[in-house]
C-alpha cells in the first residue's frame, strides 16, 4: 500500500485495533467521544469510551433464590453452520437469563436454533428434564416454548388482522370444534388479556397495525400466554417502542418470571440487559465467552467478554460456569 495512503478501519475487535492502527477514534451513540493514541491506551480504556457511563446507581432486579428452582432447559454443545460452536447453558424456572454480545455474536441465531427456525445439532437438549428434539417452532410451541422475535411486524404478527385474531393466532385449535371456531370464547380469552396486559385498544376489534410499538409487543406477549408457555424467548422485546412502553415491558417480564415463566431475554442495550437479567450470557463470534452473575455484571465486563476472540470455554468449564453462575444468582 503506498505510504502516503491513509485507512480508516471500523471495528469491535479490540485486539485488532491494537496491532493495526496509530489512533483510535470511539464514537457512541451516534456522537464523537474522544480520539486516541493507541500505543498510550488500553483496551478496558477504550471499552469505558464505548461504554461511556457506569449504571451502579440505576435499578436492578431483585434476584430470587433459584439454587432449588426446576431446570426447564438444558443445552449442550448447540452447534449451527457457519456460526455457532459449542454454545451450552441452562435455564431455570422463574429465571430471567439474558443473552448480550455484539452485532453478529450468535445470540438471535442461539434463540432460531432453540425453535427449530434453524437447522442445528445438539449433544443434549433436554425441556422439563426430557429429552427434545425440535425440528420446527410448530413443536417449539407444543413443548411450550413461545419465541418473540425482534421483528414483530413481519413475523410475530399479522398486522392486517384485529387485536383478537392475533392474541389467539397460537392457540385456535383450543376454541374450535369440528373445524368450527368458537368466536365467543375467542373474544372473551382476548378481552381478559388485553386488560391484563394494559393493551391500549379502543377494543379487540382493532386491527394491530393501528397499535403503538409498545402495545403490538403486548399482543405478541398475550399470543404466548394463551398458549400458557413456560419457556419465553425475547429477542429485542424494546426495540422500537417509547420510554414508557418500555417500563411496561419490563413490569411485565418481572411479574412472568416471578409467576415462575423461564425467560431468556436478547437485547443491544447492555442497561436493558443488567437492568432485567439474573444472569447473563456473553456472545462473540458464536460462543458464550462468560457468564456473568446479576451482582458481578457491569457494562465494561459485559464488554470485555464480548470483544474476546478465540478463546472459547471448553465444555466442561461452560457448564461449570452456568451451574455456578445460577447458584449465585
Not at 449442550?76 to 454454545?87: A, I, M, R
Not at 439474558?98 to 442445528?120: K, N
Not at 416454548?145 to 384485529?162: A, C, P
Not at 456472545?283 to 470483544?307: P, V, Y
Request: with cysteine; net charge neutral.
Amino acid at each position: 500500500m503506498n505510504e502516503n495512503t491513509g485507512v480508516i478501519y471500523i471495528s469491535h475487535r479490540m485486539d485488532e485495533l491494537k496491532q493495526i492502527s496509530q489512533r483510535i477514534t470511539v464514537i457512541r451513540d451516534g456522537e464523537y467521544v474522544d480520539t486516541v493514541d493507541t500505543a498510550a491506551v488500553s483496551i478496558k480504556e477504550v471499552i469505558s469510551m464505548m461504554v461511556g457511563r457506569r449504571i451502579s446507581g440505576e435499578q436492578r432486579p431483585a434476584v430470587p433464590d433459584l439454587g432449588s428452582s426446576d431446570i426447564v432447559l438444558e443445552v449442550s454443545g448447540l452447534n449451527t453452520k457457519p456460526l455457532l460452536k459449542d454454545v451450552s447453558f441452562e435455564l431455570r424456572r422463574g429465571e430471567i437469563l439474558g443473552f448480550a454480545g455484539l452485532m453478529g455474536a450468535g445470540r438471535t441465531e442461539v434463540a432460531r436454533a432453540l425453535v427449530g427456525a434453524d437447522r442445528a445439532s445438539f449433544s443434549k437438549l433436554r425441556v422439563h428434564g426430557k429429552d427434545a428434539v425440535i425440528a420446527n417452532p410448530a413443536v417449539a410451541a407444543k413443548l411450550g416454548i413461545g419465541y418473540l422475535s425482534e421483528d414483530r411486524k413481519h413475523l410475530g404478527l399479522m398486522l392486517e388482522r384485529d387485536v383478537k385474531e392475533n392474541i389467539m393466532l397460537s392457540s385456535l385449535g383450543v376454541n374450535s370444534s369440528l373445524g368450527w371456531i368458537n368466536d365467543a370464547a375467542l373474544r372473551k380469552t382476548a378481552e381478559e388479556l388485553r386488560q391484563k396486559l394494559r393493551i391500549k385498544s379502543p377494543s379487540v376489534n382493532q386491527l394491530a397495525r393501528n397499535l403503538s410499538g409498545g402495545n403490538q409487543q403486548k399482543v405478541v406477549i398475550a399470543k404466548w400466554l394463551v398458549k400458557d408457555c413456560d419457556l419465553l424467548i425475547f429477542d429485542e422485546p424494546t426495540r422500537g417502542i417509547d420510554v414508557g412502553a418500555k417500563e411496561e415491558i419490563y413490569k411485565l417480564l418481572e411479574e412472568l418470571a416471578a409467576a415462575g415463566k423461564a425467560i431468556i431475554m436478547i437485547s443491544s442495550e447492555l442497561p436493558e440487559v443488567l437492568r432485567m437479567s439474573h444472569r447473563i450470557a456473553v456472545m462473540s463470534e458464536g460462543r458464550i465467552t462468560g457468564f456473568l452473575a446479576n451482582d458481578e455484571a457491569t457494562q465494561e465486563k459485559i464488554m470485555e467478554l464480548a470483544t474476546q476472540r478465540d478463546v472459547p470455554l471448553h465444555h466442561d468449564e461452560l457448564s461449570a460456569t452456568a451451574t455456578n453462575g445460577a447458584k449465585s444468582a
